[in-house]
């Protein structure tokens, strides 16, 4: 894939994300050594290895869920938030 101004545009539409000019190219360049690093990944060979293979011996800790009522974390959130109405997130129409 080829990572050219039309596309760093969209991506920069998509992703709410506004790229100074000077900064283009060198956005560019950087994603695709991503795209690089992520091709490079595919020629490895995983054919045996488990879908749950990990590098880690540990296993995840559960614990019980536990209901937690604070209405300030709510509060704290909204007041964060860029929009909102009322108690409600704001976001922007997404589908057309």
Known sequence: M???????SKLEHLSYLKIEDSKREAIISQLEEILEFVE???ELNTEGLSSRFSLSNESLTLREDVKNVDRNVNIDVLNHAPHRDGNFFFVPKIIE
């Not at 080829?2 to 760093?8: F, T």
């Open 2 to 8: 080829i990572i050219d101004q039309k596309l760093l």
């Open 40 to 42: 490079n990944l595919n």
